[in-house]
Nanobody
């Protein structure tokens, strides 16, 4: 297993969660890491990227991606959560020259449920 996610759970609207994606050292230090989500019946959607300009309007100003180089971990900080943020969240790794969408590795996903 190359990417391991954690931190999902249930939270009330307006709350915050921080998701973690721990990678092997070689992947963390070499690859770009992005976060996606997939809600029931919907397509998988990019929510945060190492190419920081790429995120949908629905999460701008609320979701932030960051890295902890000492822990080989990428975080997704999610604030002001809304019920429509409910989804399974995935981290994904791509080579530095690869475009968003061209991934070599995916995490197993972690469920986030936001209640109203």
């Amino acid at each position: 297993v190359q990417l391991v996610e954690s931190g999902g759970g249930m939270v009330q609207a307006g709350g915050s969660l921080r998701l973690s994606c721990t990678a092997s050292r070689s992947i963390f230090w070499t690859y770009k890491m992005d976060w996606y989500r997939q809600a029931p019946g919907k397509q998988r959607e990019l929510v945060a990227s190492d190419d920081s300009t790429k995120s949908p309007d629905s999460v701008k100003g609320r979701f932030t991606i960051s890295r902890d180089f000492g822990k080989n971990t990428v975080y997704l900080q999610m604030n002001s959560l809304k019920p429509e943020d409910t989804a399974v969240y995935y981290c994904a790794a791509r080579r530095p020259v690869a475009a968003v969408g061209e991934y070599d590795y995916w995490g197993q996903g972690t469920q986030v449920t936001v209640s109203s």
